[in-house]
């Protein structure tokens, strides 16, 4: 059973860049697409961008210029770095692993982290 | 770019009711790329559907989906408490999309 586990800070200062780090278990991250999805509250979900094991990147449009992902597969880690943040991005950030056999879909999440911006 | 519309935003039914809910997209997609979640509150969401019709593993049968082009269902035959949630259907073309999602919620 993959499991995965976000962390880091919960609070971050506008104008500051958030990193979260998601931790994987239970299979490796060597397959499929690892990405990171948001919440804010109350609202729906938003894609923001996945990695795939060879290192390809997919960017929500919309967030691109500000996304930076990247992968470590000794540690079966990926990471999520969002840059000039805003009050806008206050949201639950989920990791997700994505799956195409046969579909496209988010089949294992972790239970979500909530990322405050603030001063 | 393709938009993913959601209806209605709120479904108020009883336990034992059937449950109809709809994702519309703005220009036809494949049915092989969409994919209906389940997320009940302070949980991430759990995959229900794939590829439109196929149940994900462990997912009661009383869930089914259907639909092409531009129209997919996702039909609850008969309500059980636990299936009061929000519902998001998700399609892949160049990239994964959500909808807005449905509150299904007790009457």
């Known amino acids: 059973q993959v499991q995965l586990q976000e962390s880091g800070p919960g609070l971050v200062r506008p104008s500051e860049t958030l990193s979260l780090t998601c931790s994987v278990s239970?299979?490796?991250?060597?397959?499929?697409?690892w990405s990171w999805i948001r919440q804010p509250p109350g609202k729906g979900l938003e894609w923001i961008a996945y990695?795939?094991?060879?290192?390809?990147?997919n960017y929500n449009p919309s967030l691109r210029n500000r996304v930076t992902l990247s992968l470590d597969t000794p540690k079966n880690q990926f990471s999520l770095k969002l840059s000039s943040v805003t009050a806008a991005d206050t949201a639950v950030y989920y990791c997700?692993?994505?799956?195409?056999?046969?579909?496209?879909?988010?089949?294992?999440w972790g239970q979500g982290m909530l990322v405050s911006v603030s001063s | 770019e393709i938009v993913l519309t959601q209806s209605p935003g709120t479904l108020s039914l009883s336990p034992g009711e059937r449950a109809t809910l709809s994702c519309r997209a703005s220009?036809?997609?494949?049915?092989?790329?969409l994919v209906w979640y389940q997320q009940k509150p302070g949980q991430a969401p759990r995959l229900l559907i794939y590829?439109?019709?196929n149940r994900a593993t462990g997912i009661p049968d009383r869930f089914s989906g259907s639909g092409s082009g531009t129209d997919f269902t996702l039909t609850i035959s008969r309500l059980e408490p636990e299936d009061f949630a929000v519902y998001y259907c998700?399609?892949?073309?160049?990239?994964?999309?959500f909808g807005q999602g449905t509150k299904l919620v007790i009457k």
């Open positions: 590829g439109a019709s």
């Open positions: 998700q399609q892949y073309t160049s990239s994964p999309l």
């Open positions: 990695i795939s094991e060879s290192g390809d990147t």
């Open positions: 220009q036809s997609v494949s049915s092989t790329y």
């Open positions: 239970g299979g490796s991250i060597s397959a499929d697409y």
């Open positions: 997700a692993r994505g799956s195409s056999d046969f579909s496209w879909f988010f089949d294992y």
